[in-house]
């Protein structure tokens, strides 16, 4: 008798064979080990997901109503440029900080203004 396989049994599923017991059992099998992978995501963030959170409120309290380029503020706070654009990313998404075109299509960096 052949080994009843995870393929095999949605195989059955999908073309409308019979659903013999084997089939049902490797289902189910199949099923709980989905519902347990999907319930073990920590809602934890991780030590890199804190250490970022960290780093773009770092760049966040560095932001002025004065817009800077991605780089200066980079080199300011001795970070790659890559990392920087990712933290002003978030923060413009947030709404927290606003994302305008300087001379020569340069991305320019400030905190919002109150109106």
């Given at each position: 008798m052949e080994k009843m396989t995870y393929t095999k049994a949605l195989e059955a599923v999908l073309t409308g064979a019979e659903m013999t017991e084997e089939v049902v059992e490797k289902l189910q099998a199949l099923k709980a080990s989905l519902e347990k992978r999907a319930g073990s995501k920590s809602a934890k963030p991780t030590k890199a997901?804190?250490?970022?959170?960290?780093f773009t409120e770092t760049v966040f309290a560095a932001l002025t109503e004065v817009p800077v380029r991605c780089g200066e503020l980079a080199t300011a706070l001795?970070?790659?440029?890559?990392k920087m654009s990712a933290a002003l990313s978030k923060l413009v998404k947030a709404g927290r900080a606003v994302k305008t075109e300087g001379e020569k299509k340069v991305s320019m960096f400030s905190l919002p203004v109150e109106e």
């Open positions: 997901q804190r250490e970022a959170a960290e001795g970070v790659s440029g890559q």
